[in-house]
């Protein structure tokens, strides 16, 4: 087993020195679904939440918590993200709503962290919305999907 960047000779958390690493492309794409009564679904759909568009609004939370995914995670870096994008889609089958968050940069170091906040930040303004009518979601699912560039090389998740 690999061992952990983020622990010191000392078992202090530390944050990892990127500096020699080289620049490169990098994408992360990261998933998250909200599983709601098919009533909820509908009223999100219809564009009838009472506190406005849900999907456009949890759209743009996720990519502002991509950007300030340093702020909220301790030993991230800050990065100069060149791409930030959050799709959203319906789900019958669940019912719910399926979250899909996309990260890239030109840097020394992932973006998997910012994809993941994306979204699972989406995901909690979905259920910040819609929770007056349902209280009952769940947020489930949130992982990496794949991610792309680095030293460590391509990832893909593979199906359940």
Known sequence: ???LTHIGPAGEASMVDVGGKEESERTAVAEGAVVMKPETLETILAGNAKKGDVIAAARIAGIMAAKRTHELIPLCHPLLLT????????????????????????????????????????????YDM?????????????RLARKTGGKSGDYRREPR
């Open 1 to 3: 087993m690999a061992a």
């Open 83 to 126: 791409r930030v994008a959050v799709e959203i889609e319906p789900d019958e089958a669940l019912p719910g709503l399926r979250v899909t968050a996309l990260a890239r940069v030109t840097g020394r170091t992932g973006v998997e962290m910012e994809a993941l906040t994306a979204a699972t930040i989406a995901c909690l303004t979905i």
């Open 130 to 142: 819609a929770k007056a009518v349902d209280r009952d979601m769940t947020v489930t699912d949130i």
